[in-house]
């Protein structure tokens, strides 16, 4: 099993009278909060020790939660509970570069040797053949600098969970492989792609990426649960702890083993543009829903957003933006992962009904257990933006 595994996973990926099985949230009852509620607890039965799920529409929402969200203590997930998003910050930073599109200060078909001369070079990376676009769209080539963390292994990640990473040594750690295939001619998730972008953000702008998404996403929109933790292993509270099973090193097959705590870590090894926001289901969905109905970015630049390529394992990839089937139509979405939580959400076209869901761990499988189909979000999105009820 590659190192990459966990992340990759997780892209691609009723109340009951048992034990650690938590009750929904006291308020009015449904045939679909029903459904909401059978999704998490069949979740937590296949192996995730938590499970919590919003789902917010024009008329209201509906809030479930199942199993814990501290094993040691057996307390359930906290209602509105902080997490990693992981990727899912990704969307935040593509619609900031693509308000600076708007305001004519960048350029999607801009190359990135013309705002970072020279960063993208050797073994054949080339910073005059890559575009912002390419970047934002995972079609630059580029190699993952993730491939070359040791943060995969148990004994890896408890060696360098608190290392810190900075966005030019992820960089160069990208470069120092061949690119995966020639720009614009094929498809491939590579975090690099994300930390170029946020370093190009910063030549553009002369204030930080963090500052910029800041002050064009997070304080517009009142996202007030949302913050960057910079290189903090801690989340804010409240929170729920964070867990993982590594592959039992020389299992063959692949064996995964205990339940590793692995909440505290330094979230942003490579600058953090590629996936270190803090959050919660509530902003997760202000944010889904203001960005697809057209309180982010003019209708233009949502259109780019949407414009999409094949994304083999995923569906079809716009610029941070993932277009996904569900049963009553296709619908928006980005998931993430990092170690000890994985973020699932989708929203339909209109922007009227968002759900996100956190787990509070990254391999949220029982062990030996065939991971479904879909992934572990498939049916939970699904029920909760085409459901009625």
Request: with cysteine; net charge positive; charged share 20%.
């Amino acid at each position: 099993m590659k190192r990459t595994s966990v992340i990759a996973a997780a892209l691609c990926v009723a109340t009951v009278a048992s034990p650690g099985l938590a009750t929904a949230a006291p308020d009015t009852a449904s045939p679909l909060r029903t459904t909401l509620q059978r999704d998490a607890d069949a979740l937590v039965v296949g192996g995730s020790p938590g499970v919590l799920v919003e789902l917010a529409t024009a008329d209201g929402g509906v809030k479930v939660r199942s199993g814990h969200g501290d094993l040691r203590t057996r307390t359930p997930m906290p209602w509105n509970g902080h997490f990693r998003i992981a990727s899912f910050s990704k969307t935040f930073l593509a619609a900031t570069m693509l308000q600076l599109v708007g305001e004519g200060r960048l350029s999607l078909a801009d190359k990135v040797d013309r705002w970072l001369p020279g960063v993208v070079s050797g073994n054949g990376n080339d910073g005059r053949a890559i575009t912002v676009r390419q970047l934002l769209q995972h079609t630059s080539g580029l190699h993952d600098y993730m491939a070359e963390l040791d943060i995969f292994t148990e004994k890896g990640f408890l060696r360098h969970r608190f290392d810190r990473l900075s966005a030019a040594d992820a960089v160069k750690l990208a470069v120092g492989k061949a690119p995966d295939f020639a720009p614009g001619t094929s498809w491939g998730y590579s975090n690099t792609n994300y930390v170029l972008a946020g370093l190009v953000t910063e030549k553009v702008t002369g204030r930080s990426w963090q500052k910029e998404v800041t002050e064009r996403i997070i304080r517009p929109l009142g996202l007030r649960e949302t913050s960057f933790p910079y290189t903090s292993p801690f989340l804010p509270a409240p929170s729920m702890r964070g867990y993982a099973r590594f592959v039992v090193e020389g299992s063959n097959p692949p064996r995964l083993g205990r339940q590793v705590d692995v909440t505290l870590m330094n979230p942003a090894m490579g600058g953090g543009a590629d996936g270190s926001l803090n959050s919660t289901t509530e902003d997760g969905n202000k944010f889904l829903r203001a960005l697809m109905s057209g309180k982010v970015l003019e209708p233009a630049l949502l259109a780019e957003m949407k414009k999409t390529v094949p994304a083999p394992g995923l569906g079809a990839y716009g610029l941070g933006l993932v277009r996904t089937a569900g049963s009553c139509g296709d619908y928006w979405s980005h998931h993430g992962a990092l170690p000890g939580f994985l973020t699932g959400n989708g929203v339909t076209e209109d922007g009227r009904r968002s759900v996100m869901v956190s787990l509070n761990s990254s391999t949220p499988y029982n062990p030996g257990a065939e991971p479904p189909e879909g992934g572990p979000f498939a049916s939970v999105i699904d029920h909760a933006l085409c459901g009625r009820g």
